[in-house]
């Protein structure tokens, strides 16, 4: 994810998060640049080959992965870098308590980054509005942070059978 790079660059190497991680591809970018990383989703067959890809690339020692619900599920550790990238839940009782969760994770110092699908595509009806987040959502349920950058861009992102340029929020 283009936004993750951004902040992840900029940071040294410590613990992070990965909130529903799917086959793993940013948990295994971060521990390539010598993080170490606990990568957390709902599906295991997604699990199972982020695992893969994580031993293919030799970062399999540096990455946990694990199977939850995380809108149910409570991290044991602190983190310097909490992220979730195109993970929320629909909004509702389980996109509160992930993000709940998220803000919970970060350590002391620490960074969160929160991306996902922009309001701004209700509009054009491409994607069910329960999907979909605004900036101000997310600075609402992540009130106890200092926002340094919020904001939409545009990113290619595949969207069902068809790769499309979609605004995406940033937080």
Known sequence: DEGLIEVASSLAPGKALDLGCG?????????ERGWIVNAVDGSSGAISEAREYAEAAGVDRTIVFGVADIADWTPRSRYDLVFCTFALPARGMGRSRMLETAAAAVAPGGTILITEFDASLRRDGSMPEKYLVSVEELERHLGGFRIDRAGVRRARHRHGYEERVLPVANV
């Not at 086959?23 to 521990?31: D, F, R, Y």
């Open 23 to 31: 086959q793993g591809e940013n948990a295994i970018w971060l521990a």
